[in-house]
């Protein structure tokens, strides 16, 4: 059981985006007494990597204004909540990379603005470790890679299983694929309501004809270089929606 529990804690660790079918099977194979054992564990090991990125995230003041305010979100049991946090794109310039064993070719974008989107990966990584602590990975997901334009593939759980209930937070890092957020958008206003809190990071907000559609309480920020301080803010930007009764 020991070997078990080490892997699945790794699993989530790993932001539940790798093996997930090795994880799948073994979790179907646990009983409800074991599971909630892993579940445990994997709330303690959260412990380890909310430590490791506060503190790569706290020597900035705009990493910190963010963690505050997801930190307040996470403490409310609120209605279904749309955040977007908009990040600075600026000349891009691809840099070809090839992955060891792989024959296929990777495209990074990289431009001015680089080190500021790797440090909101890691606000989002925290945010993520933070929702897994308080309500169990189970209830929480982490999306890098891949969003399903279908609704029944989106409401899985972390190792793919139908589920009973919507999950109660979805990070959604798009910061490296505007594929991923264009697919999210376009999803609007339904799966805003499959999740209490979803947060996105993105190069761009949704487009207005997409915000107006949107029903639940919205939020955006965007983080934008200032020049007179040399430093980056987090700065809200107003949003116009249609109301629940509008």
Known sequence: MEDVIANQVAFVGNLCTNAVNACAQQWASLSTKERMDVVEAVKSDADAHIDRLTNETSATRWTDTLDVYFNSLLALDVSPKLVVIELPAKKP????????????????????????????????????????????????EYIANTFSARASRRGRDAYGNPRTTFPKVRVVNAIRNLSLSSKLYAAVPAVCDEADLTVVFARSFPRKNRLSAITCSVDLYKIEWSAPSAEYKVRSYPVQKKSRHG
């Open 93 to 140: 310039v691809y840099t070809v990379v090839r992955k060891p064993g792989r024959k296929q070719v990777t495209r990074c974008f990289d431009d001015v603005h680089s080190d500021a989107r790797a440090k909101a990966t890691q606000v989002a990584e925290l945010l993520y470790f933070k929702a897994v602590e308080r309500y169990g990975h189970m209830n929480v």
